[in-house]
C-alpha cells in the first residue's frame, strides 16, 4: 500500500502561484511514477502532469503546458506540482496518485490520496 497526502491548496487570485505537495508513505516512492489529476465541479477526472520514478521524464496536460511544472524529491517521498499562472478554469480538487508505470490514464494509477481544493477568483 502507498498511502498520499497531498497539500497546498488554497485560493489565488488569477495570475497567481500555488505549489502543491504531495507526501507519499508506504512503500518505496522511488518504484512508482506519480501523476497529478484534477476534478472540476460537475465534471469528470482529468489528467494533469505526470513524472517518472526518477524525475528524468515528465508529461502535462495541454491545458496546463508551460504553466504548470511537476518535480520529485525521492529523498523526501514527496512530488510537487508548482503552478502558474493560474486561470479561473484551473480550480478543481487536485489530486496525487501512484502508478507502477508512467502513464497519463487515470485508471492505470492504484493509489490516490484524498484531494486538495484550488480555486482561483477572477
Known amino acids: 500500500q502507498v498511502q498520499l497526502v497531498e497539500s497546498g491548496g488554497g485560493l489565488v487570485q488569477a495570475g497567481g502561484s500555488l505549489r502543491l505537495s504531495c507526501a507519499a508513505s508506504?512503500?518505496?516512492?522511488?518504484?512508482?511514477?506519480m501523476g497529478w489529476f484534477r476534478q472540476a465541479p460537475g465534471k469528470g477526472r482529468e489528467f494533469v502532469s505526470a513524472?517518472?520514478?526518477?524525475?528524468?521524464?515528465?508529461y502535462y496536460a495541454d491545458s496546463v503546458k508551460g504553466r504548470f511544472t511537476i518535480s520529485r524529491d525521492n529523498a523526501k517521498n514527496t512530488v510537487y506540482l508548482q503552478m502558474n499562472s493560474l486561470k479561473p478554469e484551473d480550480t478543481a480538487v487536485y489530486y496525487c496518485?501512484?502508478?507502477?508505470?508512467?502513464?497519463?490514464?487515470?485508471?492505470?494509477?492504484?493509489?490516490w490520496g484524498q484531494g486538495t481544493q484550488v480555486t482561483v477568483s477572477s
Open positions: 508506504g512503500r518505496t516512492f522511488s518504484n512508482y511514477a
Open positions: 496518485a501512484a502508478s507502477r508505470w508512467t502513464t497519463i490514464k487515470t485508471d492505470e494509477y492504484n493509489y
Open positions: 513524472i517518472n520514478w526518477s524525475g528524468g521524464r515528465t
